[in-house]
């Protein structure tokens, strides 16, 4: 090139370069289109799959929109080296300084607030479904309170998204890995949080060195320094896209597998199954079990590790052994539902419908009777009783993990339930305030203010006219509907968890609760092995 000209040329004036359309060029943009293609497969799968209840906890909108502004900028970084060298140099800086300034931050924030879910549910799993069992209720009423309540009451994700706009150059994966490190799932986020925060922590300290390092410069000309960081970005698509997906896939060969057994099982032998299981809780087998049996005691049995074989017995998987598990031993499985599998709201859910049958309709045996055999008194308390559940469980005002429900029965419900809920327990912001509602609905209305905390709301009764549609059988539905998602989703693996250490008598860590470790380790390997030893004896 002329000296003179050589000597004129700024970064400014610079001329662009051809593209590089090489092998190493064309490989280039062959593995974006190819990568490309596959995490919008996986995202086009998750998302058609987002009713189920693995997916549905995660908040899909949140992690697909980090992931979309990643993988633009990855997608980027993939053609710098067939095409990066014909743009300008100083519109290539401009868009440099752009991307990693503001959309490549953004897109790490919306990142870790989806990943902080994680923690969220956590915490409010334990809270509410673990131990007391106590429901905390919004003690807040929408606009009429002071702005700082109606903030701290806000849903968990609108609070994050405001906290991470205000700073959003803070570093949160190192608080991420070390608050989510005690916690054992059974959905695979734990691996997700902890894996994406890790596979991150190499990005900014390598794309500084192979910028700074002369001795990398041979291998800036084909790998440039911004990859270090997009190696980050596809450990992040993995764990995001492909963990969820194999999770669901997991998920529906365990359904085919508990749906085969229980139609092996209950179908053909449940007679002989049910009579069994009491004869080995109750029965004759054991010294003594003539003592316990008359005092309505059940008789445990208790087996070797070496006597379990590797895999549960597929008797352990019927609706027969849950039903026997809610009613003899329900606070494991409570534990274990709400700390591994976030779903303590459906084990929740069915004791209190068991509950309240047995108090408010110890007589029913049918629609028809069901009303006539209840005073009007008691028919208005089954009815306060059964607006709790509605409440706790399956509004979507009110309930911090509604159930998931098919839409046919969430509108049943929400017609008899839902407007004596919103006045008992508070409105919504997003309900509709014109709805008039008449003050006789409430006892005592005039001491539930706004402000009032949830014990005072609990306190309310409803004293109106109940519904047609309520009747002892209001929630036999939604319990059967709920009953199967545990037997097919949360019970497998309980009942997995606690045969692979009932056979290894790994005592050192719990996964169901912090107190009493041994000693509840102890009372679940009898429940299981009471049940092995049960329909062993069909």
């Not at 743009?87 to 919306?110: E, K, R, S, T």
């Not at 890995?177 to 991150?200: E, H, K, N, P």
């Not at 031993?329 to 274990?336: C, D, K, M, V, Y």
Request: proline share 5%; with cysteine.
């Amino acid at each position: 090139m002329d000296p003179v000209a050589l000597a004129g040329l700024t970064i400014y004036n610079l001329p662009p370069m051809p593209p590089k359309w090489d092998s190493i060029g064309i490989f280039y943009i062959t593995f974006c289109a190819t990568w490309t293609a596959i995490v919008l497969a996986g995202m086009a799968f998750l998302w058609a799959n987002r009713a189920n209840p693995i997916l549905k906890i995660r908040g899909l909108p949140l992690a697909f929109g980090s992931i979309i502004f990643l993988h633009l900028y990855w997608c980027m970084a993939q053609i710098t080296y067939p095409i990066g060298g014909t743009m300008p140099v100083v519109i290539a800086y401009d868009v440099q300084y752009f991307v990693m300034g503001i959309w490549f931050p953004l897109g790490i924030a919306l990142f870790h607030a989806s990943n902080s879910r994680f923690l969220h549910v956590a915490k409010l799993q334990r809270l509410h479904f673990v131990g007391s069992g106590a429901h905390v209720r919004r003690g807040c009423n929408g606009a009429k309170t002071s702005w700082l309540c109606r903030f701290r009451n806000m849903d968990y994700g609108k609070r994050l998204m405001i906290f991470i706009w205000i700073g959003i150059i803070a570093q949160v994966a190192p608080i991420l890995i070390w608050r989510a490190w005690g916690i054992r799932d059974t959905m695979g986020w734990r691996t997700q949080t902890v894996g994406c925060c890790l596979s991150s922590l190499h990005a900014t300290p390598m794309f500084l060195i192979a910028l700074y390092v002369p001795a990398f410069d041979k291998i800036n000309m084909y790998f440039t320094p911004s990859q270090w960081i997009h190696l980050s970005t596809m450990m992040f698509e993995i764990f995001t896209i492909f963990v969820p997906l194999v999770q669901l896939v997991r998920l529906r060969t365990q359904t085919k597998h508990v749906t085969d057994a229980n139609a092996k099982w209950e179908t053909g032998s449940q007679t002989t199954f049910r009579s069994s299981t009491a004869v080995s809780f109750y029965g004759p087998n054991s010294p003594a079990s003539s003592s316990q049996a008359e005092k309505g005691q059940p008789t445990i049995y208790h087996m070797n590790s070496s006597e379990l074989g590797p895999e549960p017995d597929s008797r352990l998987l019927t609706m027969t052994a849950l039903d026997h598990t809610l009613r003899e031993n329900r606070r494991a499985l409570q534990e274990f539902s709400a700390l591994s599998d976030f779903s303590g709201e459906n084990v929740a859910f069915l004791a209190r419908v068991m509950e309240w049958k047995s108090r408010s309709w110890p007589n029913a045996l049918s629609d028809s009777e069901s009303l006539e055999s209840l005073g009007e008194e008691e028919r208005l308390d089954a009815y306060n009783r059964a607006l709790e559940i509605y409440a706790d469980f399956i509004s979507l005002q009110h309930a911090e993990f509604p159930l998931n429900l098919p839409s046919q029965e969430m509108k049943r419900l929400f017609q008899v339930f839902d407007k004596p809920a919103r006045v008992l327990f508070g409105e919504d912001a997003s309900v509709n305030i014109a709805i008039p509602f008449d003050d006789a609905y409430v006892q005592s209305h005039e001491g539930s203010r706004p402000g009032s905390n949830g014990e005072i709301q609990r306190q309310a009764r409803y004293t109106g006219e109940i519904p047609a549609g309520f009747d002892s059988t209001v929630f036999d539905s939604a319990n059967g509907h709920i009953k199967y998602l545990v037997l097919t989703n949360t019970w497998p693996k309980f009942v997995k968890e606690m045969h692979q250490r009932r056979r290894s008598s790994d005592t050192g860590r719990s996964a169901l609760t912090n107190e009493s470790e041994s000693s509840l380790l102890s009372r679940v390997s009898m429940v299981i092995t009471s049940l092995v030893r049960s329909v062993k004896t069909t």
